[in-house]
């Protein structure tokens, strides 16, 4: 067990906790192009959402569901396109709508939600590496203090306090890293996570209103969306085939 330990604090010291900056140097670039690229994403997606339900239920309430398509077209926010696609399913029923929403609402929130994990998860364990970091330089500084005992000459026994010294500081410049990546992980995720729940709140309210047109004022059978009829054959307008006018004995 003895050389067990004494061949992985070999391997700690040996390795030192250069590794380690190195690690979090890494992870620290790409926690900062995921906060860029999720910050264009939702900045890109934003849209007056009081407005646009202001306009829905003018037009809902007009009748007037083309041009409440086209409204919702015309937004680039993803509540209008979970709207959207419960609008193109209107015309076939109240409970089309509401899965073809439910299914829209899914894939924008898998949307929105990509790579918050990470986020997520480099803010909870930043600090966990650079305390890793910690107890490595600490191992490798008591490593320095045993070579105080063993050395001989007056010169190597100063000498050894400076690289003591040297080790607790990369130990505890390993920690500060892990917390300093760790606190904007965090505070980005806390912050994108709102934006998403606030996108799924508004989501559903927009769905809602036009369920609740859907529920009040269902459409004709036959109609759509776009305007068109669907033509669809009465039930006494089936045609028969003519009896024959003679039959043979």
């Known amino acids: 067990m003895n050389s067990l330990i004494e061949r992985v604090k070999s391997a700690m010291v040996g390795l030192g906790t250069g590794w380690i900056l190195a ?3 890494l992870l620290s670039i790409m926690s900062l192009a995921i906060m860029l690229e999720r910050a264009w994403l939702y900045w890109s997606l934003r849209d007056d959402i009081e407005d646009l339900m202001r306009d829905l239920g003018r037009l809902l309430r007009g009748g007037d569901l083309q041009g409440a398509r086209r409204r919702l077209e015309g937004s680039r926010s993803a509540e209008a396109a979970v709207v959207v696609a419960g609008l193109v399913e209107a015309d076939r029923g109240v409970e089309a709508a509401e899965e073809a929403m439910q299914g829209a609402s899914a894939l924008q929130r898998m949307k929105l939600e990509k790579r918050l994990a990470f986020l997520g998860t480099l803010g909870n364990n930043a600090p966990f590496i650079g305390l890793l970091g910690t107890v490595i330089g600490i191992v490798a500084a008591f ?3 045993s070579k105080v005992k063993m050395a ?3 010169a190597s ?3 050894a306090p400076e690289a ?3 080790r607790i500081s990369e130990a505890l410049v390993a920690t500060a890293i892990g917390i300093l990546i760790a606190i904007p992980a965090v505070a980005a995720y806390n912050a994108f996570q709102r934006i998403v729940r606030g996108t799924v709140a508004n989501t559903e309210a927009l769905g809602h209103m036009l369920l609740a047109h859907l529920k009040a004022t269902p459409l004709p059978e036959g109609t759509s969306t776009e305007g068109s009829q669907v033509e669809r054959p009465s039930s006494g307008s ?3 085939p003519k009896p024959e006018e003679s039959e043979r004995n």
């Open 23 to 25: 690690l979090m140097l």
């Open 143 to 145: 490593d320095e203090l």
């Open 152 to 154: 001989a000459s007056q």
């Open 157 to 159: 026994t100063q000498l």
């Open 164 to 166: 003591v010294m040297g």
């Open 238 to 240: 089936s045609s028969r």
